[in-house]
């Protein structure tokens, strides 16, 4: 069935960096635009990330950009998010999603996984 | 930026109630919005998707209208499955923003 895995997520001291991992199943995984997006304890969404299909095209929220590197690997099926000089605000839960085009709602989703920086 | 200001935050409801959620951009917008629904430990749900259309799979008492200003989520004959947290998402442009979330909880 149509899946996204993510799986990295931990406990990291600020300043601190972690690589996020998301596995692609299911579906054609080249074809996807995918983001990072995620969530605060007891707070909303916010999208992070961007990574086009083939790769041509990134972007970033002001919230990250210059700290986090989105990347993809299509011989592989997954996507990265390698986040560097973490802060406590970074503190989130962390979903890779997909839309099949740049302008399109996100119709897969993956389960999250849990990022806590703290000293 | 398009800042997308959602209400109410938090709504209280019973089953078989019909409720509505509003998101409004902070500028006239396309109708590239999206509802999502939300609950703990699961994996988020796409509702509806160009502001009016339903995803697959997704029950007919869910809708969606609006257009430029404001944007409304429609729920009738809530059931017991519906109580979770739902956000809007605007796909117009970069940096993609979300409401701030609504909670539909049982009175």
């Known amino acids: 069935q149509v899946q996204l895995v993510e799986s990295g997520g931990g406990w990291v001291k600020p300043g601190g960096s972690l690589r996020l991992s998301c596995a692609a199943s299911?579906?054609?995984?080249?074809?996807?635009?995918m983001s990072w997006i995620r969530q605060v304890p007891g707070k909303g969404l916010e999208w992070i990330s961007y990574?086009?299909?083939?790769?041509?095209?990134?972007k970033y929220a002001d919230s990250v950009e210059g700290r986090f590197t989105i990347s993809r690997d299509d011989a592989t099926n997954s996507l990265y998010l390698q986040m560097n000089s973490l802060r406590a605000e970074d503190t989130a839960m962390y979903f890779c999603?997909?839309?099949?085009?740049?302008?399109?709602?996100?119709?897969?989703w993956g389960q999250g996984t849990t990022v806590t920086v703290s000293s | 930026d398009i800042q997308m200001t959602q209400s109410p935050s938090t709504l209280s409801a019973s089953v078989g109630d019909t409720v509505t959620i509003t998101c409004r951009p902070s500028q006239r917008m396309t109708t590239w919005l999206a509802w999502y629904q939300l609950k703990p430990g699961k994996v988020p749900k796409l509702l509806m998707y160009d502001a009016s259309s339903l995803e697959s799979g997704v029950p007919s008492r869910f809708s969606g209208s609006g257009s430029g200003a404001e944007f409304t989520l429609t729920i009738r004959s809530l059931q017991p499955d519906d109580f979770a947290t739902y956000y809007c998402q605007q796909y117009s442009s970069y940096p993609l923003t979300f409401g701030q979330g609504t909670r539909v909880d049982i009175k």
């Open positions: 999603a997909g839309t099949y085009s740049s302008t399109s709602a996100f119709d897969i």
């Open positions: 299911g579906f054609t995984f080249r074809d996807y635009y």
């Open positions: 990574i086009s299909s083939g790769s041509s095209d990134t």
